[in-house]
């Protein structure tokens, strides 16, 4: 089983996003939603221009769970949401390939794995490493896993930790201020 990481350094991930921007705004929007939201990449790539144009709250319901999810735009989203929409058709899709069809999974690994590379990070990332990424920094800022289990819909804070990697930094800690 292949487990990626998220992203713990903030370094990493403002080089990331400058690497992405300059890509181009897609797949900044894509990224930073994904790390500002904690939506899985199949909630992402199933958003229209009209989920988001002009709208302070994502409304949508979960793919993998069949749940509906509400949630503010942030500031550092909104302004970029703005620009990328602008004269664009709601019923559109929000992420389009270079052949104006719906972006795919694969499209999104690729792109993040590139950019992380680019950016020196040398742990297993994908897809996923978004939403771990939104998980990890919002418990360290808040230190609630009963919101954070709440976000993700788990149910126990246990699989929360283990899944934004809280679990492997405390053994690691432990290890490392362990010494007989």
Request: charged share 25%; proline share 3%.
């Amino acid at each position: 089983m292949n487990i990626v990481e998220p992203i713990r350094n903030k370094k990493d991930l403002k080089k990331i996003e400058k690497i992405l921007k300059q890509q181009g705004l897609r797949d900044l929007v894509f990224f930073v939603i994904g790390t500002n939201c904690g939506l899985r990449i199949s909630d992402i790539l199933n958003l229209n221009v009209g989920n988001v144009k002009n709208k302070s709250y994502i409304n949508l319901i979960e793919k993998k769970t069949g749940k509906p999810k509400r949630f503010p735009i942030n500031t550092k989203l909104k302004p970029l949401l703005d620009k990328f929409t602008q004269g664009r058709e709601d019923s559109e899709p929000l992420f389009l390939s270079r052949f104006h069809n719906r972006m795919e999974r694969t499209q999104c690994y690729r792109i993040i794995n590139s950019a992380c590379e680019k950016a020196g990070v040398d742990y297993k990332v994908g897809t996923h490493t978004l939403r771990k990424t939104f998980g990890y920094h919002h418990y360290q800022k808040f230190k609630d896993v009963a919101v954070l289990q709440k976000i993700f819909n788990h149910y126990s804070p246990q699989v929360t930790l283990r899944y934004i990697g809280i679990d492997q930094d405390m053994i690691d800690n432990s290890y490392n201020n362990f010494i007989l």
